[in-house]
């Protein structure tokens, strides 16, 4: 037992020793020139605080780095017929090579989704430490998912087979960057926030946390607890094996071991909301992700095939560098004399206008920065950072650049200044060292942070109010919208477009008393002018 009481004494020392540490750091941090760059001390945070902060963010969000780069992938990016290896017999490759199995034109695209791992790193990089430097939020950014989707399945097809190339999408992704930095500059993005009405504003909130929770609930990126089913279209599933073309359960259901693990993660992290611990979110990611990692375990992230043996491999290398040689700079103009290209920057410009501005103003209402007038502080700068990644992002040879909705994770954990973007860009700058490891946190590691991230941003839903129908419908709308059509644009502009109906109502009631007043006035003076006549024919008679 005194064993037991000098350990816990020990323990206790240690703990108070470095708490004495933290404050002395903080206190440091605070009063410095750094401390007074970022406004610690007015916004009543501390480095500590910030770097926690920036860690979740960026762990809830490292899974961009991946699955951004595989999508761009399934475009075939730069990768033309000409890689192709063709049979001696053959002078040169026919253009199917591209859709069926070839070994000169699979290593290309091999090589070429390297090239998107190290650029999506890049440009997230470069956008987050903006973000923080010049706008001092704590939002970080990163290609969005949505228009990477929309390049690599609709305009430039898989592999190739749609109607644009590679190289004209990135200057169509350019043009609309520069757009977008036009917008930021004359102050538009900030007023078209501002036109969002108030019920369709904190709603965003609420549907934001709704899709990422349901994109967390998944499995492709998160604990695979849902799935598809080809006669409610959505099913319970946390199967044990799905199958690999449709998603649908083959193997019974709530046996998936993913599924189990992921949820001692999540129950990780709410304990630790639960005591207020800092780091909750971390801890849990963590411990999924350690577990995964070892082999020969129901499990492992490395099972024992082909692919998950390649897997394992590159992870062994810990630390690799890959220089971008395909991507960059890979922009052609030459066909915007085409119809079809000026109909899809309209369509871009249309729906990041609307998903990234209302995107950015949620995360601003979340951290409180949001005054009375409906403005935030930075809001002109940050606008304009948004805008400017997107330009570089589109050089390096990825998708338009955005707030992240897990910046909330960052925020909950007390991330209010630009540094705990330095932070993540910090982390994106590692992660182009680091891309074994980075890669090799599975999904379901992420997906209960992502859930964890829907519970807190629900909050906001008791400030609509609920018995006004006027303002019920349109926020519920716009909650409903977001997951359930797997868009953040939708939501918000099925939100607008019924609180605009709902308020017609209300504009032909004015119009119509305006009306008949009108008509009351007009009448009033007819009966004067003919009260006089009929005096001044009395007069005269």
Request: with cysteine; hydrophobic share 45%.
């Amino acid at each position: 037992m005194g064993r037991e009481l000098c350990s816990t004494g020990s323990f206790t020392r240690l703990r108070k020793s470095l708490n004495k540490m933290e404050m002395k750091v903080n206190e440091a941090i605070s009063k410095s020139r750094i401390g007074k760059y970022f406004k610690l001390e007015a916004r009543k945070s501390s480095f500590t605080k910030e770097f926690r902060a920036g860690t979740a963010t960026f762990l809830t969000m490292a899974y961009i780095i991946t699955v951004n780069a595989s999508v761009l992938t399934d475009s075939g990016g730069t990768c033309s017929v000409s890689d192709c290896t063709f049979p001696a017999n053959q002078t040169r490759a026919t253009p199917d090579c591209m859709l069926k199995p070839n070994e000169g034109y699979e290593k290309c695209i091999s090589k070429m989704r390297s090239d998107l791992i190290v650029a999506t790193a890049l440009a997230s990089m470069i956008g987050s430490f903006a973000m923080g430097l010049l706008a001092n939020l704590p939002l970080g950014l990163a290609p969005g998912m949505g228009p990477n989707a929309y390049l690599a399945y609709n305009l430039v097809g898989f592999h190739g087979s749609g109607k644009m190339s590679y190289q004209t999408v990135m200057a169509i992704f350019l043009v609309e960057g520069c757009a977008f930095l036009a917008i930021a500059v004359f102050g538009l993005r900030g007023r078209i926030a501002r036109f969002i009405p108030q019920p369709v504003r904190l709603a965003c909130a609420a549907g934001i946390g709704l899709f990422i929770a349901f994109v967390g609930l998944q499995a492709h990126q998160g604990v695979g607890l849902v799935g598809p089913d080809p006669s409610t279209l959505l099913t319970l599933t946390a199967c044990s094996s799905t199958n690999p073309v449709t998603g649908e359960c083959t193997g019974g259901k709530m046996q998936s071991p993913t599924f189990w693990l992921s949820s001692v993660g999540f129950i990780i992290m709410c304990y630790g909301l639960m005591k207020e611990i800092k780091g909750s979110m971390i801890y849990g990611i963590l411990f999924v992700t350690l577990v995964s990692w070892f082999r020969n375990t129901a499990v492992t992230i490395f099972p024992n095939t082909p692919t998950g043996n390649s897997s394992y491999e590159y992870f062994k290398k810990v630390v690799d560098f890959h220089k971008i040689e395909s991507t960059a700079g890979a922009i052609n103009f030459s066909h915007f004399n085409n119809g079809e290209v000026w109909v899809a920057l309209l369509t871009l410009l249309y729906i990041d206008v609307l998903a990234t501005t209302g995107t950015l103003y949620t995360m601003a209402e979340i951290g409180g920065f949001v005054n009375e007038e409906g403005e935030f502080e930075g809001e002109y700068i940050a606008y304009m950072v948004d805008a400017g990644s997107t330009i570089v992002a589109s050089t390096l040879g990825v998708s338009p650049i955005a707030t992240f909705v897990e910046s909330s994770a960052g925020i909950k954990e007390g991330g209010r200044t630009g540094l705990t973007a330095i932070i993540v860009g910090f982390y994106f700058l590692l992660s182009l060292f680091f891309t074994p490891l980075i890669a090799s946190v599975p999904p379901w590691a992420i997906g209960p942070s992502l859930v964890m991230v829907g519970v807190l941003m629900m909050k906001v839903v008791k400030d609509i109010d609920w018995n006004n129908i006027k303002d019920a419908v349109p926020a519920f709308v716009t909650m409903v919208l977001m997951p359930l059509t797997y868009s953040i644009s939708n939501g918000i502009i099925g939100g607008i477009g019924v609180y605009i109906a709902l308020s017609l109502y209300d504009s032909m009631v004015c119009w119509v008393k305006w009306l008949m007043r009108m008509r009351k006035m007009v009448v009033k003076e007819q009966n004067q002018v003919s009260a006089a006549t009929a005096d001044q024919n009395i007069e005269i008679v």
